[in-house]
């Protein structure tokens, strides 16, 4: 069996011609139930807030909080390779829920 590790992406800084800071955050989760990991990505420069799941279906959200309940609501860490890393992910949603910041 093949175990692929979790994947955390950040992005910040100033790449747009307007100087405003551009912010996302990025999860590749391993799950049992599939091959391909899940992925959580929250863009808020531009307005894309995602999950692919393992089985490559997926979820779309409005809101980067919308996005937040899902996963609170379906996603559990005992479906997951390295649980740490899925409560390490919930922890930094959980931040952003509560200061709007990915830090």
């Known amino acids: 069996m093949n175990i692929i590790g979790t ?3 950040y992005i910040f800084g100033n790449d747009k011609p307007d100087g405003m800071d551009v912010m ?4 590749s989760l391993c ?7 899940v ?3 929250l863009d808020d420069d531009n307005g894309r807030y995602t999950i692919r799941k ?5 979820e779309y959200f409005n809101s980067p909080l919308e996005l937040i ?7 559990h860490e005992r ?16 931040d952003y ?5 990915y830090f």
């Not at 829920?97 to 910041?101: K, P, W």
Request: hydrophobic letters at 35%.
């Open 7 to 9: 994947l955390e992406t």
């Open 24 to 27: 996302r955050m990025e999860f």
């Open 31 to 37: 799950s049992y139930d599939g091959a391909l990991p």
């Open 39 to 41: 992925e959580i990505t």
């Open 54 to 58: 393992s089985d490559r279906s997926g």
């Open 69 to 75: 309940r899902w996963v609170k609501t379906h996603f």
């Open 79 to 94: 479906e997951f390779c390295h649980p740490h890393e899925f409560r390490g992910m919930l922890a930094k949603l959980a």
């Open 97 to 101: 829920e509560l200061n709007g910041s």
